[in-house]
């Protein structure tokens, strides 16, 4: 069928393989590197929401405009952690379980080691709080920057 529209696509098995490979490298990832990509991952949609909120208020838009720009601006931040590879523990939650059933599927799960509910856990525990922290201490570190108060004018 790929031949036939003229892309590249993937088999179900394939596709598979390529879940659960993910699942493992997210499972198996070391401590400092998932919490600091957990993170960046949680200050981005924080930011994301930020800049929702701030679409969303402004009194010249419309309703159905500001909502619609507010969802734009709320999904870059979404695409950021896509697009760099950063770990979200929604994600996180769909992929690493999917990759543990997959192991059960014939010809999917030789390849790779095998997942554990303990693989799990290791690996949603510093992922949440990870974000937690981005989404937080990150965000608020920013609006502490931008609206402190008693700052010096010019500087």
């Known amino acids: ?9 993937f088999s179900p098995k394939e596709i598979a393989a390529r879940v659960e490979t993910i699942g493992v490298a997210k499972a198996r990832l070391p401590l ?5 990509l957990a993170m ?3 200050a ?13 208020s ?3 838009l419309g309703f159905a405009l500001g909502q619609v720009l507010g969802g734009l601006v709320f999904s870059l931040g979404l695409l950021l952690i896509v697009a760099a590879g950063f770990e979200h523990s929604i994600a996180n939650m769909y992929f690493i379980p999917l990759a543990m059933l997959l192991q059960g ?3 999917v799960g030789a390849s790779a080691p095998a997942l554990t509910p303990a693989g799990l856990v290791g690996n949603l525990v510093p992922v949440i709080l990870g974000n937690v922290v981005g989404g937080s201490v990150l965000v608020a570190l920013v609006y502490h920057v931008i609206y402190r108060r008693g700052a010096r004018e010019g500087g």
């Open 32 to 36: 400092l590197s998932m919490f600091m």
């Open 44 to 56: 981005f949609i924080g930011l994301g929401g930020l800049y929702f909120v701030l679409v969303r």
């Open 1 to 9: 069928m790929a031949e036939m529209f003229g892309f590249d696509a």
């Open 58 to 60: 402004d009194p010249t």
């Open 105 to 107: 599927v014939d010809g």
């Open 40 to 42: 960046l991952a949680g």
